[in-house]
């Protein structure tokens, strides 16, 4: 069993990862803000000796702006406040190649493969797999918050095949409402 007195032992480190999903300037878009901040609360030596105090390392955001219900990013931008070297800043538009991809199965990954690390920051792939399913859950509850067709609710539902366990093809879930979905498609004979 794990001890923890948080009124005994001191933090060392914090890391917070926060999105949120607003409203987007039309009726078909939404705006997702992801803010990443790592935090030090000691104090830290460099190699000369010299002491800084509690600081922040990182502090940083993306925001995309989605077209729903396909899940398209229409623009992104990166915002850097806090880094802990300014060689870090010449990665700010690394995310570049995202606009215009789908929010869908495997794309992290994707992401991945367009912008790899060595030409990005470890910490944005951090935060957008992070936003990624936030917007996607966002974004349903944007489209459900007012009445829509039959068609695009299942659409939608479709969008959420092999997301988790919950909605794993093959499962209890999957088998009734997105191959109902699927079998409602069929044509008639």
């Known amino acids: 069993m794990i ?5 005994r032992q001191k933090a060392i480190h914090n890391r917070t990862i926060d999105t949120f999903i607003y409203e ?18 000691l104090d830290s030596y460099d190699p000369s000796g010299e002491v800084r105090p509690p600081y922040t390392v990182h502090h940083m955001a993306i925001r ?17 406040p806090t880094v802990p070297r300014e060689e870090c800043l010449e990665v700010q538009a690394c ?38 399913p936030a917007a996607f859950q966002g974004a349903w509850s944007y489209r459900i918050s007012r009445p829509i067709d039959p068609i695009t609710f299942k659409g939608m539902r479709q969008g959420l095949k092999n997301s988790c366990y919950a909605w794993r093809e093959g499962g209890p ?17």
């Open 95 to 132: 995310l570049a190649p995202v606009k215009g991809m789908r929010i869908a199965g495997g794309f992290i990954a994707q992401v991945r493969r367009l912008v790899p690390r060595k030409a990005a920051c470890t910490h944005l792939h951090e935060l957008m797999a992070a936003m990624a």
């Open 173 to 189: 879930l999957a088998a009734e409402l997105l191959d109902s979905d699927a079998e409602d498609d069929r044509p008639a004979e």
């Open 24 to 41: 987007g300037s039309t009726g078909d878009t939404i705006v997702a803000e992801g803010m990443f901040k790592d935090r030090r609360f």
């Open 64 to 80: 995309m702006e989605i077209k729903v219900p396909e899940m398209t990013i229409e623009a992104i931008e990166v915002e850097m």
């Open 3 to 7: 001890v923890l007195d948080k009124s």
